[in-house]
Each structure stands twice: as C-alpha cells, then as structure tokens.
C-alpha cells in the first residue's frame, strides 16, 4: 500500500478521499499502536479546528479508537499545540488533530502525537498504517471523557505561565483565520489586560483561511493601520503558525520573528549554546543577522517535524520556518503560533522598540521561486547532470557570495523548486528562469 501519512499526519479532501471509514481505522490502529505496554485502554485527546468535516471525522475517529478498546477525551475546537499540551497535563497516552492547517475548508487531516506531545515518527506512522485492516472487534470499547471548557481553560492558563508582563495600554489586532485559535487567542490576550481588537473569529465550517490569517495577513495589515495599534497577529487554521504586522502595515514573516525572539532568549540566558534551527529556505539574511549577534545557525530539510528532529538532536531551544511554524521548547513540543506571539510582544516590551525597528535591524535577501515541471521520475536525477550541474555553478559564481542557489524536488508534484536568493531581483529571476527552462529541457 502507498505511504498514506505526508509531512503532517494524513490529508485528503473530506468525504472523498479522507472518508468516515478511513478515519475509523486510523482512530482503530492508532489506539493499537500508541497505547502503553502495561495499558490496555489507551486515553487519547482529540482536537478540532473549525471546518465543517470535523464533526465527522472526530466521530468516525472516536468510534475507532473506542473500538480498539481506548477512551477518549474531546477537546472540541482548539489549536494543534492545545492536543499536544493537553496530552501531557492530562497523562494520556496520545493526542490527535483533525486540520488541514492552513488549506482551504474542503481538505481535512489527521495527525497524532504521542504521550510525550511529540509528532509521531516515521516508523510509528508506518505502523499505524500497517494495522489499518486488522480486525480488532472483541469485548474491550472504550468511552468519551467529555471536558471541553476545564480542558481550553488548561491550555489558556498554560500560555499565561509563558510571559511574566501585563499588556495594559497596548494595543493589538488579532486575525484568528476563522479557525481553532478564535477563541482560545483572545481569551489570553484580554486576560493579559491588551487592548484587542479580533478579526475572522467568526467560523461557519467553510470561511476557514479564507482570505484571511497567516496566508492572507491583507486585512490585517489595514486593520493595524485603521485601529493605530502596536502591532497584528495572524495565525492560520490550526493556529500552529504565526505572521505579525508591525505598526506600519507592513508583514514580518517567521524568520524574521525567529530572529527577534532569539535574542530574547539569548539576552535572557535561555539559549543554550546560542543555538538557532532553520531550513534550507530560511533567507540569508536570517543567517547573516542571527551571526551577527552572536548565534549558531542550524539547516534542516523543509518541514517542522525535521526542524523538531535536529532541536532535540542539538539540543537547540527556538526554531522554525518563514511560513511561521515557530518551535520554543522551553515553552512546548510543538509550533504554536500564540504562544510565538507572546515571545514576540514580550520581546517588543524588553527591547523598548516598535517592531518595525526591531524587524527593520534584519535586512532579508529577495527570493525568486520558479516551478520546473518534470517527469516524476526525473524529480531527483538533476544533480547527476554535468550541464546542470555547471549552469548552477555559474550562476553561483555570479552572485559571488551574495546570494544562493537552492534546488529541490517537490514531495507531491511533478516539479522540481528553483530557488534563487540575491541582492538583485532582476538578475536571480533571471537565473531563476534560466535553471528552470534547462530543467524542463533535458527532464520532462
């Protein structure tokens, strides 16, 4: 059977290919699979953002896990970070998400975490599919834990413990992309005595992400402008993401608030070995800037789970990606685009600064990414090319240092990703287009 786990957990389109059945199986071989040796009914947390599948899909998941004999405790709508939080704070065996993140509200996804809150491994989800046709009807079946309100109280608290400042007189917009952080966001932020004013916390089950959070930060850049306040906050469905909007309207995308919340923590004495993680897509001016004040970067392949992989390998503190996946590990497991957010305010407090200063101090390099399509088969063949090969090397020498070229196969299409990051965005668009016109010649 093909791979049906990606990069975060199983998605499809809801009812098509991520259907009630398939649901019920992974909430069936899940249980098997993440319950402990001396515990024969696992606890598992279930968690929801706000699509109109999500009623569905937890049903058929709940039913499964029950099945296998395991018990479980619905979260309702709450944030991918609340199920990988709660799981610990309530010693249950694993946690389970039902998003698609920042896509639009006909897609859905499942994805677990184990009892530690970690994402799963490789291996671990490749079991879980192993086991999605086994027969485990007998007399064990669990039952639901109900606890919705107690449950986003402990996540809210939880995020209060992480910043130690009031906020009275500040001023914030929030856009909640009508999705899982609508509720528990501004809880935490009026809690904390800010002035808030929310946009897109008004879910109906289809405006998830729709022209609005992370991805669409549009209206958010006007409301800032409209309400005069200190600074926006944009997270996307599941709120695991986080893009900010300084005073002035303007994007600070997620390297650039990497940056500002690593020195926080270095010149808070919480970052260890002055150590930053990224991705091979992280901009050169996020090296450049992070090494001028003192840190170690850090690449990993593109993804949050490799950037967790290689923190708990380095034993690095913050990391991240510029789509604002932004992982603090004192703080939790997971990316949490409100618990990002605090770090950042609190940074803007320390700091003394607006954030247009503060993000104006990381000067990023343009990026240039032109699509190559090629045949499936030839998605990794590329760098075997001589004539590639040395069209990369000369435009490599071109941008002497300046710049860089990256180059890499697309997980799910036929394409290959060409990158170029430089100082002149007329020159790298052209070698951009030149590298991927050679790619599409010689392979597809």
Not at 3 to 19: S, W, Y
Not at 65 to 78: E, R
Not at 186 to 195: C, F, I, Q, T
């Amino acid at each position: 059977m093909k791979r049906i786990f990606g990069t975060d957990g199983v998605r499809g389109i809801a009812n098509r290919t991520l259907t009630p059945q398939l649901a019920f199986k992974l909430g069936r071989a899940g249980a098997k699979v993440l319950s402990s040796e001396d515990n024969h009914s696992p606890v598992i947390v279930i968690g929801k953002d706000t699509r109109i599948s999500g009623d569905m899909l937890e049903d058929a998941l709940s039913a499964g896990i029950q099945s296998a004999g395991g018990s479980v405790i619905k979260a309702g709508v709450v944030p991918t970070p609340a199920v990988a939080y709660l799981v610990g704070a309530l010693g249950a065996d694993a946690g389970a998400v039902i998003s698609a993140s920042h896509n639009p509200y006909e897609y859905n996804g499942i994805k677990f975490f184990s009892g530690t809150g970690f994402k799963l491994s490789d291996e671990l989800e490749d079991e879980i599919q192993k086991h999605l046709d086994d027969d485990m009807t007998g007399e064990s079946i669990g039952r639901v834990i109900s606890g919705n309100g107690d449950v986003k109280k402990m996540y809210t608290d939880h995020l209060l413990s992480t910043i130690d400042i009031r906020l009275e007189g500040m001023k914030i917009v929030l856009d909640c992309a009508n999705g899982a952080a609508y509720e528990t966001a501004p809880a935490v932020y009026r809690a904390l005595g800010a002035d808030v004013t929310v946009i897109a916390d008004e879910p109906d089950g289809v405006n998830i992400n729709d022209g609005c959070g992370s991805t669409h930060p549009e209206k958010l850049c006007a409301k800032v402008l409209e309400t005069g306040a200190d600074i926006g906050l944009a997270f996307d469905g599941d709120a695991d993401r986080l893009i900010a909007v300084d005073e002035k309207g303007r994007v600070t995308d997620g390297d650039k608030v990497i940056c500002i919340c690593a020195r926080l923590l270095m010149e808070q004495g919480m970052l260890d070995g002055n150590l930053v993680t990224g991705t091979v897509m992280s901009n050169l001016g996020f090296h450049k800037y992070l090494e001028g004040i003192g840190c170690r970067t850090v690449s990993t392949a593109v993804g949050d789970r490799y950037v967790l992989e290689s923190m708990l390998e380095t034993g690095g503190r913050i990391g991240g990606e510029q789509s604002g996946h932004i992982i603090m590990l004192d703080y939790g497991t997971t990316g949490d685009g409100t618990l990002a957010s605090l770090q950042l305010v609190k940074a803007l407090h320390m700091f003394g600064k607006p954030l247009s200063e503060l993000a104006d101090e990381i000067t990023l390099y343009p990026q240039v990414l032109v699509n190559a399509s090629v045949k499936n088969e030839n998605k990794s063949v590329y760098m075997d090319d001589e004539e590639v090969r040395n069209a990369i090397e000369e435009v490599e020498k071109a941008m002497m240092g300046d710049g860089r070229v990256l180059i890499r196969p697309s997980g799910t299409e036929p394409l290959v990703r060409v990158m170029i990051e430089g100082s002149d965005t007329d020159k790298i668009a052209a070698y951009a287009e030149s590298i991927a016109s050679l790619l599409e010649e010689k392979f597809a």
